[in-house]
């Protein structure tokens, strides 16, 4: 969190308010607010990826990545493309692969568009793998991130989070 949440000088969210100290900035509703956002998910990431680590035997990454290849359509995908969904380096991406091909989840092939180019793909324990994580997560997903919000608030929430999400997207730049 960002500071106090006593509520001083801190205005309503869409009021302008002109900081003048560090207990305004601190108790700034922008700033509580968008540090509430941070500490909501960063609680929940930690939830929610320690119980895919305890049920299923792996990271949050390691689900993203799965999921990222329960995706793909056709052989499989590039090491740059799992690097580029992931915002990950091509390097961290092919260690995590690695970790991932280790375990059995994934497979690299030959790639048939470019015979020097190398696919991952999803193994049969890798696609029972993502099942099996993806039932658990979604039971969290509704116990921890849905449950305590008014239930006729849940589309407009999940819309609302779309619409960050891709704005926020939209600002980075591609990578090579």
């Keep these: 969190m960002h500071g106090m949440e006593d509520g001083s000088g801190g205005g309503d969210v869409g009021e302008p ?11 700034n509703a922008l700033v509580l607010a968008f540090g509430r956002l941070q500490g909501a998910a960063n609680r929940l990431e930690y939830i929610l990826g320690r119980a895919l680590e305890q049920e299923c035997g792996i990271s949050h990454l390691m689900f993203e990545v ?3 290849l329960g995706r793909a359509e056709g052989p499989g995908l590039s090491m740059r493309a799992i690097a580029q969904e992931q915002v990950l380096t091509t390097g961290g991406a092919t260690r995590l692969v690695d970790r ?13 568009d470019d015979r020097r180019g190398r696919l991952v ?4 324990l ?4 993502t099942v099996r994580a993806s039932r658990l997560h979604v039971e969290n997903i509704r116990r921890y ?6 239930p006729e608030d849940h589309e ?12 926020a997207r939209d600002v980075l730049p591609r990578l090579p």
């Design 17 to 27: 308010t002109e900081i003048s100290s560090p207990r305004e900035a601190a108790n």
């Design 100 to 112: 991932m091909e280790a375990a059995g989840l994934v497979e690299r092939a030959e790639d048939p």
């Design 145 to 150: 991130f849905l449950a305590p919000l008014p």
């Design 156 to 167: 407009r929430f999940a819309e609302d989070l779309r619409i960050l999400s891709h704005a």
């Design 126 to 129: 890798g696609e029972e793998t």
């Design 66 to 68: 799965l999921l990222i």
């Design 121 to 124: 793909r999803l193994t049969r």
